[in-house]
């Protein structure tokens, strides 16, 4: 299929269609949180009208399924909001998403298979996860988990990513077709949260299974269809969960996250519910990130032959080409907060108690901020000022990890493949939450 791209605007006409079509909506309808504007990437057209015309930006009930919310589409706001955990709480939720109450999170994981004590904890509040507390439950859960990612232990796992990376990389077929999510971000993710879990490397699909279904809205195409079936996935990992940090007590202490969450002087005080939360966004945070970046930095580098020729170059460029993919990609779409009092944003009060989406995928095209913005410059000067690992105290705890990830699955790309071509276009995830792919299909034509 060919694709005419006006030379005025750089835009298929599909996409000016598009951006014509969100630009004569009613302002009030613009909904950044309904996930059918992402897999088009049409939500680009949304936050650029936004970012112009309304920054601070007020979706009511009428216009979305998720409860009324504001959206914060500028840098400035973001960064503002994400550094001001006084007037922005995590407390009790991490996404614009659909309001459930505890009646209907209890009905949702009462087959029997949990304790009562189990049930009782999620039935109270859902989850709570280090990324949904504030102060001081906060510093306490990061604590107890943070040495899983330090500098030694990062150290430490270098030479493993590099041998699983090259293991990956010598067993892809080459001048065939063959799905990169799937044989490469997937498989690569997987063998790292294992190890970070200290969990069989054989069994490595079953996190990604989990972390799948943790992350999946029911009903949009991802990896389940209905609450039912998610519910009874999300029971599954529970109940596995935490038998594993019960094991991991009446075992030395390491330090993988089960065992550093199963051995912190403070983790008897935590309840069922906070250790699923734990588990849950350990499992999920470093996942599906990681994954659609890496498959993320082969498709913007397919469609800017320049930038992938600067890199074949000098691959010096490595950590820069990570970040800036980091960047355009934003594998994560916002981070929600509630007020905790009345906030002044541009002229607007947001009242105390509503929800407000920080949007990394608008602040992180923000002209005002970054020169152009939409572009995908590997070398560009200042690679690492974006905002998608957040800001504050909530600051993605593995973003080291992240990063590490891609550079070296990169050096063994570089050293192995002068060319990698995408074929068409990838199939996008259906998500007002996760930016990514589900499959990506490339054909490798020949080795270095
Ligand atoms: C490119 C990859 C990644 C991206 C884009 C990303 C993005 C984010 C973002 C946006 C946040 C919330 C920041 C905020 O609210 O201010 C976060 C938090 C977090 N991330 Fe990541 N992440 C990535 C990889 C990872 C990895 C590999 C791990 C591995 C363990 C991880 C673990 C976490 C955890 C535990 C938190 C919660 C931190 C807290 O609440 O204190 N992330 N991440």
Not at 50 to 71: A, I, K, N
Not at 379 to 406: M, V
Request: hydrophobic content about 35%; charged content about 25%.
């Amino acid at each position: 299929m060919t694709i005419s791209i006006s030379r005025d605007t750089g835009l298929s006409a599909e996409q000016a269609e598009a951006r014509e079509r969100i630009y004569a909506m009613p302002l009030e309808t613009l909904n950044p949180a309904n996930p059918d504007h992402y897999p088009s990437g049409d939500i680009h057209f949304v936050f650029e009208r936004l970012r112009h015309e309304d920054p601070v930006h007020f979706t009511p009930t009428e216009h979305t399924e998720h409860g009324h919310y504001w959206s914060l589409t500028k840098w400035e706001d973001i960064q503002a909001a994400d550094t001001n955990h006084e007037a922005f709480s995590a407390e009790g939720l991490i996404t614009i998403a659909k309001y459930r109450t505890p009646e209907q999170v209890a009905a949702a994981f009462n087959d029997g298979t949990m304790t009562q004590e189990q049930m009782e904890a999620v039935a109270a509040k859902g989850t709570r996860s280090l990324l949904s507390m504030d102060p001081p439950d906060h510093e306490i859960h990061r604590g107890a988990v943070s040495e899983g990612v330090s500098p030694a232990n990062l150290a430490a796992m270098d030479p493993l990513i590099r041998e699983r990376a090259g293991a990956i990389l010598d067993a892809l077929p080459i001048g065939e077709e063959f799905d990169w999510v799937d044989k490469v971000s997937i498989e690569l993710t997987a063998m790292t949260l294992a190890t970070l879990f200290d969990y069989p490397q054989e069994d490595r699909r079953k996190l990604t299974y989990w972390s799948n279904i943790l992350s999946s809205t029911p009903g949009t195409g991802q990896a389940v269809e209905t609450e039912e079936e998610r519910a009874v996935a999300v029971r599954e990992f529970f109940v596995a969960l935490s038998g594993m940090v019960n094991q991991r007590r009446s075992e030395e202490p390491r330090l993988d996250f089960l065992s550093l969450m199963a051995h912190s002087p403070h983790s008897k005080d935590f309840t069922d519910s906070e250790l699923m939360g734990d588990g849950t966004v350990l499992l999920v945070g470093g996942n599906d990130t990681t994954r659609n970046t890496i498959t993320g930095s082969v498709y913007a580098l397919d469609r800017n032959p320049e930038e992938n020729a600067k890199l074949r170059a000098n691959p010096k460029l490595i950590p820069s080409m990570v970040s800036e993919t980091i960047r355009w990609q934003t594998p994560l779409t916002h981070m929600a907060r509630r007020t905790t009092r009345d906030v002044e944003m541009k002229g607007k009060v947001i009242p105390k108690g509503d929800r407000v989406g920080m949007w990394y995928v608008s602040g992180n095209r923000d002209e005002d901020k970054i020169e152009n913005a939409a572009a995908y410059i590997i070398d560009r000067k200042n690679p690492r000022q974006h905002l998608s690992f957040g800001f504050g105290i909530h600051r993605c705890l593995g973003n080291k990890l992240a990063e590490l990830q891609l550079k070296i699955i990169w050096e063994e790309m570089l050293a192995r493949f002068p060319e990698i071509n995408v074929i068409g276009e990838p199939e996008r995830s259906h998500s007002r939450f996760i930016k990514g792919y589900e499959t990506m299909t490339v054909v490798i034509p020949r080795r270095n």
